[in-house]
Nanobody, 120 residues
Framework: QLVESGGGSVQAGGSLRLSCAYSGYYSRYCMGWFRQAPGKEREGLARKDAAGFSRYADSSTGRFTISRDVAKNTLDLQMKNLIPGDTAMYFC??????????????????WGQGTQVTVS
């Protein structure tokens, strides 16, 4: 089970921290954050593989930071300098491709329900 939280409404230039609580079943999975805006495809933002290495998509590099607390089974996404274009539903996902996961949605088998982020 993956449960996202932390979404909300924020003004442009503001920050939000999203969190994903997951069961211990995913503790050795690759975990990632994705988002989907209305009428657009779901896009990957950042992921952390089973070894703890992070990778960022071009759209999030420099503004978003992914972190993982293996003791608490949480995956966070710190977002800063938000712009209206960041408005979307944000999802946490898990992939059993532990070390080679990237941002292909088909590579992730488990998804949370999402949390809405609105930037105005």
């Amino acid at each position: 089970q993956l449960v996202e939280s932390g979404g909300g409404s924020v003004q442009a230039g503001g920050s939000l921290r999203l969190s994903c609580a997951y069961s211990g079943y995913y503790s050795r999975y690759c975990m990632g954050w994705f988002r989907q805006a209305p009428g657009k495809e779901r896009e990957g933002l950042a992921r952390k593989d089973a070894a703890g290495f992070s990778r960022y998509a071009d759209s999030s590099t420099g503004r978003f930071t992914i972190s993982r607390d293996v003791a608490k089974n949480t995956l966070d996404l710190q977002m800063k300098n938000l712009i209206p274009g960041d408005t979307a539903m944000y999802f946490c996902a898990a992939s059993n491709n532990r070390y080679d996961c990237a941002f292909d949605t088909w590579d992730y088998q488990y998804w949370g329900q999402g949390t809405q982020v609105t930037v105005s």
